[in-house]
Each structure stands twice: as structure tokens, then as C-alpha cells.
């Protein structure tokens, strides 16, 4: 879940958005975080000195249980997902922290406990510490918005996992959080990415690139189209890098609309690249209750450093009814978003907004903390019903990030695949396949009439010694060893060295 100063913001109703949004809320699909409410009015007023925006969580929760008016119980932060494990969202659209969020699935009644048992096979424990790192070291820990998409992150490397093999293989499935390919394939996160691409509101697109001098394996195409509606292609990576890279990131360009045009960097596709998988998720929904965009306003917004900066707010001055509710420390509001499911309820998406309070007793970090290391955290402080709110504003925001995440797995355990994987499973002669980079971007857009956002995650793997390294010298200018051998057998068949290539 967000950190302190953290704010979450859910869109319950159930109603996608299949319309335009002006200036939408972009955003990667989040989990929901909604607390009870009651007691007298609540005074929700962001511009006090609650850096939520900075480490703000969008939750984003659907379900297909038709007559729930409300998610079924037990729902998850993005961040939340790695130690919440009762979440009930198995795969979130996106992750943030700032505006990042966690969360999507599709859960009916009698599922709940199976959806809490899958929550650890799902991707936030990588988003959290994939994401968390990336953030820290862009902007210092604090000072960077930040947001993921651990739906599409988890994805990316589940596909990658179902062409690996042996030791590369346990350990993709480790960093998954699952025990073995069959339990992965029978995740939340696996069945969401299958959803995804039939709701108003999102859409989930995925594809493989392939050099001509190599060929997929009939078991891994077959893994891509029947888990992901992947698209293979071939491409040449080996004499048209560049253009490779540009037909990959068309393609993610096309499937976001144009929000991420460059997932893959420059200098990211070699000609020693073999394979490039790719996907994109897209999400976009109205508020049930947009803001008025005549109401929003200028006002102090206060960031972690103390400071001050006039950030636009939505608001109403209207008395109304939203589902917000007060705890120890902080307030937490759940903004839902229709259904465009020509009244038959689809999925149930909203964002969620959690609030520390003014007076600094719970700093945004603690929260964040509280979200992701208490059981239940989410479950237990989900709002079920609405409250009288005296004052609402919530600060418009957009912004992307993005991170390449190869060291990070690697300090989190997965080595044997960026060193020397075994990938036969994905490839005719894919043991000597290595990944060269995991690139993720993903970003979000919050106005008054809703949230639009996307992700993206692209995989680049090369032939083992094909990655580029800074240039050698090798003036032999000095003494020096030399054998003649025999390269299939490894047999020496001379060995000696040379100390004065004069003398004879």
C-alpha cells in the first residue's frame, strides 16, 4: 500500500470506461484498499501538509460477481501483495507508489479463500522490490513519483519462465512466487491477463519477436497464444537491430495508444539479440461521480521536503456522501469508477486513497509499512459504506517511470538467467540464451473525469557472449602463452610461449 502521506483512490462502480476521458486518470490497474466509515463528517482536505501525492497508491479491484454492489471482501494494495497475502486482487494492472497501484481480479463468494491462497503466487513481492529500489534510486527514496505495473511485469517473466528450464527455471519461479510452472499457470495473475482483454475498461496485448536464423519451439508458441493471445513474428535482429526495436515498440505503442512509445531504449536490441517478448496493459475508467472541472482549484500541496508547491485540486462544494472512513493515523477515501458493461456487471474497478494525518504521527512510510506486513490490513479497513464529507480535494496528477530491472533480480536471486540460462524450452537451441535487459515503464493520468493509465514490460535476450562489453586491447607486445586446439574435443594439440618472436 501507499507510504505515509500515501493516498489510495479505488473506482468501485462498475462501470469501465469505454469513453474519452479529458485528461483521465491514467493508471496501472491498482488493488482496493477501502476503510469503514461512520461517526461524524470527515474533512478530507489534501492540501494540508499530507504528501500523499508523492507515495500515493492507486487500487483498482474488479470482480464478475453479479448483485455485488460491492467487491467482494478482502481486496489488496499493490504494494500490499508480497506480504498481504489475503488480498483478494491477484494481478494488478499497476503498482505505485505516488500514484502507483496495485491490483485487479476477478473473484466470486466462494473464491475468496482460494484467491488469498494465490495472492504470494502473484507479482507485487517484485513490484514492491523491484519498484521500491528503482524509485529510491531515481529520486533519492522520496522525492520521485513512482509507478509499476506488477500485472505486467509478472507476465513478462511468467512467459519467460514457461521457456526456461532446469535451475533458470526454479529460480524465475521463485522470484514469482510459486512453486512450480503449473501453480503459475493457475495464478490470479495468468487468469486476470485472460480477462483483461475482454472488459470496456482495459486491455492486455502481448508479443514475441523472434530472429529468422532461430525458431520458437512449438510448445512455447503454443504456451504464449493459449496463456497470453501472444503474437509471434520473426524479426531481424541480426542485421536490423533498430528497426527490430522500432516494430516492438510500435506494436506497445499501438496497444497503449500512444502513452508508451519507447519501452524498449536505444541500444537495447543488438544483433545478437535472439528474442524480444513484450506486453502492454491498458486501463481507463470514468468516475461514477466525476469532479467538475469548473470546481478544481490551485492550492499549497505539501511534499516530504517541507516545502510548497500550488498543485491543481478537483473538488466539490457540494455536501454529498462518499465512502471514506477515519483510523488511527489516517483517512482513506474510495473513488469508484463506472461500468460500461451496458448495465451487466463486469469488473468493479476503483482507486483508493490513503491519507496520513496532518499532525505527522504517522509518517507515509509507516503506513506504507503497516499495508504490506499486517494480514488482512486491506481487507479489514475497506470502506463498506458511504459518509458525509465536509471537504473533498484530491490533487490532479500524471506522470510515467520507467526502470530497467536486470541488477535488481539478480540481487533478489535470479542470476542463472542473465548469465548462462538454460531457454531450450523457448527456443531450438535456447541453452545458450542469455537476458540482456527487463525494461518497464508504465504511467498514469487522474482528472476530474477519471484515470487513464498503462504499462508496459519488454525482454531482450541474447546468444550468451553476444552482450555488448567495453572494447579490449590486445597488443602483444610482451611475452605470452599459446596452444593450438581442437575446438569440439577441447584437445591441445601444441602449447607454448613466446618470449622473443625474433629469435629462432
Known sequence: ??????????????????????????????????????????????????????????????????????????AFSSWSWDRVHMALAAGEPFSGRAVGCGGVRDVLPGDVAPAMAEAK???????????????????????????????????ALALVADGARGKTQR???GFLGSPSLAELHRSATTRLVARLRHLPQTSFACG???DRGHALTPEFMDAASS???AVAEPADFATQPEQARERVNAFVSDATKGLIRDVLPPNSVRSSTVV??????????????PFHPW?????PFHPLDGGAVRAPFMTTDIPFERHVAAFPGFTALKLPYKNDGDGVPQAAFYMLLLLPDSNGALKLADLYDMAVT???????????????????MVPKFKFSFKFEAKSDMQKLGVTQAFLGGDFAGMVTGGDGLVIAGVYHQATIEVDELGTVAAASTAVAMMQQGGRSRPPVDFVADRPFLFAVVEELTGAVLFLGHVVNPLAE
Open 374 to 392: 499486517t494480514p488482512e490490513f486491506i481487507k479489514k479497513h475497506t470502506p463498506a459504506a458511504k459518509s458525509p464529507v465536509r471537504r473533498l
Open 121 to 155: 503466487v502473484s507479482c507485487l513481492p517484485l513490484a514492491r522490490e523491484v519498484g521500491c529500489r528503482a524509485a529510491a534510486a531515481a529520486g533519492g527514496g522520496q522525492g520521485r513519483n513512482f509507478i509499476v505495473s506488477p500485472l505486467s511485469f509478472h507476465a
Open 208 to 210: 514475441v519477436w523472434v
Open 171 to 173: 529460480e524465475l519461479l
Open 276 to 289: 524480444v517478448l513484450a506486453n502492454a496493459v491498458y486501463f481507463k475508467g470514468r468516475w461514477s461521480l
Open 227 to 229: 496463456r497470453y493471445a
Open 295 to 299: 470546481a478544481t482549484f490551485h492550492a
Open 1 to 74: 500500500m501507499a507510504r505515509a502521506g500515501a493516498a489510495h483512490v479505488d473506482g468501485t462502480e462498475q462501470d469501465g470506461a469505454a469513453n474519452p476521458l479529458v485528461g483521465g486518470e491514467e493508471q496501472g490497474a491498482g488493488q482496493v484498499l477501502s476503510f469503514r466509515s461512520g461517526g461524524p463528517p470527515f474533512e478530507l482536505a489534501f492540501a494540508a501538509p499530507h504528501p500523499w501525492a508523492r507515495r500515493a497508491e492507486h487500487v483498482v479491484q474488479r470482480h464478475d460477481a453479479p448483485g455485488f454492489a460491492q467487491p467482494p471482501p478482502g
